[in-house]
């Protein structure tokens, strides 16, 4: 197989859109967790995240979040366009730290969950889900 | 107001003082995420719900921001304690300022 110069550039120019686009993606999750927990370490016990391992749909994957002792727990997806998903608030009357909803994943990618607790430490706990068939429409 | 939004939950008509109950509520509402075309290839306007609250007799159970990445008709599974007989409360926000609620009294005893 030969490459032209055309070939050889338009690959090029492929791989370096492609190192790019996880690049940028990462970086508005940093800012997210960023603006959430102020910079701070994050221990990784004391949260727990249940996401399935193969979602079929992308549309709606079902997620559960517990942590122990924790006000507030934020969940985001990297892969997403928009790396928010939802940042649940614990009010005095909650029975327990968990909740569970359904969301939407563009395609295969970590879902990262990350709890406030009350002592003001942080937890983060991520779990990668395959995605058959991507949520985001187009 | 978007069409066609109905809100159910799901709560323990009574409870013991005290008692940790499981709350389900789901709220039909298409969660439009800004992210889809039309068929000529124009953005659909995003349109979402985007916060969810559960108070019971005026004290805070949960409070959820909302962001696109939820999916249509979203549904939430928490947990509240019930410390008496009361009203629980809950109220979705939309994007277009439309507001959505719905309560339900729960018996103590």
Redesign the interface.
């Known amino acids: 197989m030969e490459f032209t110069r055309r070939d050889t550039l338009a690959m090029g120019l492929g791989a370096a859109v492609l190192s790019m686009v996880p690049f940028r993606a990462s970086a508005a999750v940093d800012a997210a967790v960023e603006a959430f927990t102020g910079g701070a370490e994050m221990a990784t016990t004391g949260i727990e995240l249940t996401a399935p391992e193969i979602a079929e749909n992308g549309n709606t994957v079902p997620i559960a979040v517990n942590a122990p002792g924790a006000t507030a727990i934020m969940v985001v997806a990297a892969g997403n366009p928009t790396p928010g998903v939802a940042t649940f608030k614990f009010g005095p009357l909650s029975g327990s730290q968990s909740a569970s909803t359904r969301i939407r994943l563009a395609g295969t990618q970590d879902v990262v969950a990350i709890a406030k607790m009350a002592d003001g430490s942080f937890a983060r706990a991520a779990s990668t889900v395959k995605v058959t068939i991507g949520g985001c429409g187009g | 107001m978007a069409s066609g939004v109905k809100p159910r939950v799901k709560v323990p008509k009574s409870a013991e003082a005290g008692e ?3 709350i389900k509520t789901l709220i039909s509402h298409k969660m439009e ?1 800004g ?3 039309d068929k000529d290839g124009n953005v659909i306007p995003r349109s979402i719900i985007n916060r969810f609250t559960c ?2 007799n005026g ?14 008709n ?10 008496e007989a009361g009203d629980m409360k809950f109220t979705w926000y939309d994007d277009d300022g439309s507001v959505y609620e719905e309560s339900k009294s729960i018996t103590v005893g």
């Open positions: 940790v109950v499981t995420s992210q889809r075309k108070d019971f004290q805070n159970v949960i409070d959820v921001d909302l962001f696109p990445a939820i999916s249509t979203p549904y939430f599974e928490f947990e509240a304690t019930i410390p």
